[in-house]
């Protein structure tokens, strides 16, 4: 039965599939690549995309070498729901995994115009507050680059911070990689007031705000993010919702951290 479960799983790797290209990818039979669909999805290890068909889920998108805590990847459901509710924008929750960031969280708007960015999406780290976050408070921005090394011991942790402080033992200057639509005075100014803003970075006509989330020990581990049209979010969306998406990422960042009651 393991061995069928990791066809499912490496069927949804390749591209989204319908429940008849399971079938097709994995020999298994219709009701069996159901079954162990279902079983996945329960587990977060397959997710649905919006037409409904299968692809990875939140627990395999949020591996890497900095995995996502399951206790933030369970609070983020409400609190990206709730941000979406009070701003009417879609919301997201992004981890890096290498050269991109993966979305493992979303709440998207109901109707309108709206950022579509479904479980599971990769984007590059090279536009977008999102990649500007997860860029500005990394620890080691390139992970094997010598040169952008912290100022800390190469694998320590970073102190852990108060909240709403960028963590010590960063480098002071964070280099984008090639071809960012950002430079290091923007991630600079990120790290100084605690979130970023993007306006057509990514896709022209969509503008976002993004706030750092952390782990117990004061690392970020995901950036949490507000997007949407550039004609209702302006073309300063961080003057109108900085201060909301910094505070729900703190909120997230608290909740994840919190011992359970009793």
């Known amino acids: 039965m393991l061995d069928k479960a990791a066809l499912v799983l490496t069927a949804v790797e390749t591209s989204p599939a319908s429940l008849g290209d399971l079938v097709a990818r994995t020999g298994l039979t219709r009701a069996t690549a159901h079954r162990l669909a279902a079983a996945l999805e329960v587990h977060r290890l397959v997710g649905r995309d919006p ?15 900095a995995p996502l805590p399951w206790a933030l990847l369970a609070a983020a459901t409400p609190v990206l729901a709730h941000l979406r509710d009070a701003t009417g924008e879609s919301t997201q929750l992004y981890v890096r995994r290498g050269d991109v960031r993966v979305c493992v969280a979303a709440a998207e708007r109901a109707s309108g115009l709206r950022d579509t960015v479904p479980v599971g999406t990769m984007l590059p780290m090279t536009a977008g ?10 620890a080691d921005p390139f992970p094997g680059r010598d040169a952008t090394a912290p100022a800390t011991t190469r694998g320590a942790a970073p102190t852990a911070p108060t909240r709403g402080t960028a963590p ?3 480098a002071k200057a964070v280099e984008p990689p090639a071809g960012a639509a950002f430079g290091a005075s923007t991630l600079a100014q990120v790290r100084r007031r605690g979130w970023a803003e993007s306006v057509g ?28 049209p550039v004609e209702r979010l302006t073309r300063s969306p961080g003057r109108r919702h900085g201060a909301t998406v910094a505070a729900a990422a703190e909120r997230l960042s608290r909740q994840a951290t919190e011992p359970p009651n009793g």
């Open 51 to 65: 037409s409904g068909r299968f692809v990875p889920g939140p627990r395999l998108a949020a591996g890497g070498a």
């Open 129 to 138: 507050s999102g990649a500007q976050v997860l860029l500005a408070f990394g």
């Open 168 to 170: 010590t033992g960063l």
């Open 201 to 228: 970075e990514r896709e022209a006509g969509l503008a976002s705000v993004s706030a750092p989330v952390r782990d117990a020990t004061g690392r970020v581990v995901a950036a949490l993010s507000l997007s949407g």
